[in-house]
Nanobody, 120 residues
Framework: QVHLVESGGGLVQPGGSLTLSCAASGSFVYIRTMGWYRQAPGNQRELVATIARGGSTDYVDPVKGRFTISRDSAKNTVYLQMNSLKPEDTAVYYC??????????????WGQGTQVTVSP
């Protein structure tokens, strides 16, 4: 069983910063890709950023230059540093990890989500 637990969400003013964390626990071989997604009210869940096991990163255009994804493989933890936050960044943020299970299959696991609200 694998669990992902997110933390770090909250209320912040426009232009402010927040750092999200997501820690994976349980029994598995390794984590291949870790990523952050978000879902605003009435919208589909969308990709924000991903980081591969080797460290390569990818971002969607609206967050490029403002958000930074990183990971600590020793701690099975992924971070999302969010700067220059805008009201349109308001959403529930979810982490997802693609994990090699003990029986040899790659599986996706999701966290429970953390609310980020950007408002004056």
């Amino acid at each position: 069983q694998v669990h992902l637990v997110e933390s770090g969400g909250g209320l912040v003013q426009p232009g402010g910063s927040l750092t999200l964390s997501c820690a994976a626990s349980g029994s598995f071989v390794y984590i291949r890709t870790m990523g952050w997604y978000r879902q605003a009210p009435g919208n589909q869940r969308e990709l924000v950023a991903t980081i591969a096991r080797g460290g390569s990163t990818d971002y969607v255009d609206p967050v490029k230059g403002r958000f930074t994804i990183s990971r600590d493989s020793a701690k099975n933890t992924v971070y999302l540093q969010m700067n220059s936050l805008k009201p349109e960044d308001t959403a529930v943020y979810y982490c997802k990890s693609n994990i090699l299970s003990n029986w040899g299959s790659y599986l996706d696991f999701w966290g429970q989500g953390t609310q980020v609200t950007v408002s004056p």
